[in-house]
Nanobody, 115 residues
Framework: QVQLQESGPGLVKPSQTLSLTCTVS??????????WSWIRQPPGKGLEWIGY???????YYSPSLKSRTSISRDTSKNHFTLQLSSVTPEDTAVYYC???????WGQGTQVTVSS
């Protein structure tokens, strides 16, 4: 059973870089379960897909966030990370790591952007 767990700061100041880690257990991120993704849900809004890193290591980002987003991985630690730069209060959301269209989702972590 693949399990995903997000971790990282719950509070980030405007203009700084948000950094989150998704630790995977029960399966390897180099295995093709699907696209290892980051997704967020701002308060009162729907889910927004941010981007993914594939089992091969290739990445793809949402066009609306591409200029500020970087997703990378550490295969020795079996985790992948999200970095979102130049954050504003509009980046406040619950952030999930997941393999979309599967049951493999983390529980989500609240990130608030505020000074």
């Amino acid at each position: 059973q693949v399990q995903l767990q997000e971790s990282g700061p719950g509070l980030v100041k405007p203009s700084q870089t948000l950094s989150l880690t998704c630790t995977v257990s029960g399966g390897s991120i180099t295995t093709n379960y699907g696209y290892w993704s980051w997704i967020r849900q701002p308060p009162g809004k729907g889910l927004e897909w941010i981007g993914y890193i594939a089992y091969s290591g290739s990445t793809y980002y949402s066009p609306s966030l591409k200029s500020r987003t970087s997703i990378s991985r550490d295969t020795s630690k079996n985790h992948f990370t999200l970095q979102l730069s130049s954050v504003t209060p509009e980046d406040t959301a619950v952030y999930y790591c997941a393999i979309p269209s599967t049951a493999y989702w983390g529980q989500g972590t609240q990130v608030t952007v505020s000074s």
